[in-house]
């Protein structure tokens, strides 16, 4: 299992979008300054997705809803892959770095300890949510802390439609990451599948598009061994924020995440089902369109 070199293998497949090199670095616009084309836009913020998870999870959107399965390796694939766990200096302002790419450069380095999981590729994938394109120097930077030989960056800013899939498809990342913070073992996470409504792109798609998670989310999950007492814990109604507007929990913290009471951040409705004891449970109610 090699999550950077299919992760790498897809992206190289990704056609009709502005790019450029600087040697062994090739960076995607696929949503800072190059427009994508209407036809393949949702293909390219599809497979941006799809390469954030290690393509370890399948991405799907259909009448309105996203679709996130992934079959082995959740906490991985979401966490160890997906999580936007690097920060990096574009232009002096934090970009926020997902994708296997991490698991190369150890970012953040305790987590894969954790986890217990490494790897060695010649081929590094990261995906960066930047408002402007990275110049060559921090490129090779990247390139520098995974060790690898090659390696593709896909740049999109978050008010783009990659961005706003790029959000939607951490709808099962946000439930796992969830149960991590409460203490549970997340490499007994066996499978994993979510969905959630698409809300319209527009200037406040950073505030929609976690609404949508925190009020219409869906995650179902198959663990092996569950602890019936974090069931309740584990859904976004378990936070005091519940019930209000993201774009007005966001504002009343000063426009800091870690102001924000923690617990807001999980999907709207989970399932569990424990394999070792054939044992099923619930937790939490979707509410879309949010009342």
């Given at each position: 299992m090699n999550l950077n070199f299919e992760a790498f293998r897809l992206l190289e497949r990704v056609e009709d979008v502005s790019s450029y090199d600087f040697g062994s670095v090739r960076v995607l616009d696929v949503g800072v300054s190059a427009p994508l084309r209407e036809e393949k836009a949702w293909d390219v913020a599809v497979a941006v997705a799809e390469a954030c998870l290690g393509c370890l999870g399948k991405v799907s959107t259909r009448e309105g809803m996203l679709s996130v399965e992934i079959p082995e390796h959740p906490a991985l694939a979401c966490l160890g892959s997906q999580m936007s766990g690097w920060g990096i200096k574009v232009?002096?302002?934090?970009?926020?770095?997902s994708g296997p790419a991490r698991i190369l450069a150890r970012k953040p380095r305790d987590l894969y300890s954790k986890l217990g999981y490494s790897e060695s590729s010649k081929k590094a994938v990261l995906c960066l949510e930047s408002d402007v394109l990275p110049d060559e120097k921090t490129c090779w930077d990247i390139l520098n802390a995974t060790a690898a030989e090659k390696l593709i960056l896909a740049v999109y800013?978050?008010?783009s439609l990659v961005g706003l899939v790029s959000v939607l498809a951490r709808v099962v990342e946000m439930g796992v990451y969830r149960l991590d913070y409460l203490g549970f073992d997340v490499r007994k996470i066996?499978?994993?599948?979510?969905?959630?409504?698409?809300p319209k792109l527009d200037a406040d798609v950073m505030y929609s598009a976690n609404d949508a998670i925190i009020y219409s989310g869906l995650v179902e999950l198959s663990v092996s061994g569950w602890d019936g007492g974090l069931t309740d814990k584990c859904v976004s109604s378990s936070s005091p924020a519940y019930g209000?507007?993201?774009?007005?929990?966001?504002?009343?913290a000063g426009g800091d995440f870690y102001k924000i009471?923690?617990?807001?951040?999980?999907?709207?409705?989970?399932?569990?089902?424990?394999?070792?004891?054939?044992?099923?449970?619930?937790?939490?109610?979707?509410k879309w369109p949010r009342k």
């Open positions: 232009s002096g302002k934090t970009a926020l770095g800013r978050p008010d066996l499978a994993a599948k979510g969905n959630v409504s698409i209000k507007p993201f774009k007005e929990i966001f504002k009343k009471d923690h617990a807001i951040f999980a999907p709207a409705e989970v399932k569990i089902t424990d394999e070792s004891s054939g044992k099923n449970y619930a937790a939490g109610k979707r």
